[in-house]
């Protein structure tokens, strides 16, 4: 027979383990933000971040010349560096490189001889690197670009922190999730003028101050939604091209959660070689969301 304490005791620690999921103290939101700002900080900082980032060129059909030359197709703007480093080619969708001088290598392998480094086809991307330089391919759309880094950039070391908004429990809300009831796709431009249409899987509907909101979410990783969203601190104290957020996914009964204390720029923010999605119209909202990340930098 079973023991109805036992079930009851399990019972309430359940009960109280979703209470805490839900519901935060002041001080226990505080820290849940103040160790999110501090991971995206150090994400920024990174070797994958967003500050090291110099360069975009975008490859045009066959040769493409790579140096501090004066002459070359993409100028790297120092003259520690070689006059010719090496030549793209883009051929029919693939994307190679043949070094000009000695020291260029692809994950510690030295690359020698003209190189397959990009087929979108067959899920082939390469990162190369020279001293303190890497770099890769990324498409967009049609065009096919070189994303360049330096990882001794001096926007890295100078770089001390992004304001935020003080951080505020109000700005933790509940929303519910609605999802279409067919596929759909929502048009997506970014800032280099490429649209581009995404499934989204539904809209969150949430109040702020008695006034309901939407948002048209995109699919995120694992078991989150991503948000591009803009409001009416857009252009003043935060970034004029929108905020991103990621949320987790709604429970069994379509519930969610919306911290906009967790607002962050998008990279373009911090670079200007980055291609930002930008918020579609239905995403920018009549309401001040005093709350994430403050705008960065001249940007």
């Known amino acids: 027979m079973k023991n109805p304490l036992l079930i009851a005791l399990i019972l309430f620690s359940f009960l109280i383990s979703c209470q805490k999921n839900d519901i935060l103290s002041e001080e226990e939101h505080r820290m849940e933000i103040e160790a999110w700002h501090a991971e995206k900080m150090a994400s920024l900082k990174s070797e994958s971040g967003w500050l090291n980032l110099i360069g975009l060129y975008w490859l045009e059909e066959g040769e493409n010349s790579f140096g501090s030359g004066e002459s070359m197709a993409f100028k790297f703007e120092n003259e520690e560096f070689p006059t010719e480093l090496g030549v793209f080619f883009l051929e029919e969708g693939k994307v190679y490189f043949e070094p000009k001088v000695v020291g260029v290598e692809s994950e510690g392998t030295a690359v020698e001889g003209k190189t397959l480094i990009f087929d979108f086809e067959n899920k082939i991307t390469k990162p190369l690197s020279y001293e303190s330089l890497h770099w890769l391919i990324i498409k967009r759309a049609d065009a096919y670009g070189v994303r360049l880094r330096d990882y001794e950039a001096g926007a890295v070391r100078n770089f001390e922190g992004v304001e935020q908004y003080p951080v505020d429990l109000n700005w933790r809300i509940e929303a519910m999730f609605i999802p279409y009831e067919s596929s759909k796709t929502i ?76 607002a962050y720029n998008p990279p373009c923010v911090y670079t200007p070689h980055a291609t930002c999605p930008l918020p579609p119209r239905q995403n920018i909202l009549d309401v001040a969301i005093t709350a994430g990340h403050k705008n960065y930098g001249d940007h």
């Not at 948002?215 to 991103?244: H, K, M, N, Q, V």
């Open 187 to 262: 048009p997506i431009t970014n800032v280099i003028g490429q649209t581009t249409p995404n499934p989204t899987p539904g809209y969150l509907e949430f109040q702020i101050d008695g006034k309901t909101y939407k948002l048209d979410a995109l699919e995120g990783e694992d078991d989150e939604l991503f948000l591009i969203f803009a409001d009416e601190t857009s252009g003043g104290e935060t970034y004029g091209g929108g905020r991103y957020m990621y949320v987790k996914k709604a429970d069994a009964s379509g519930k969610l959660i919306i911290d906009f204390n967790k």
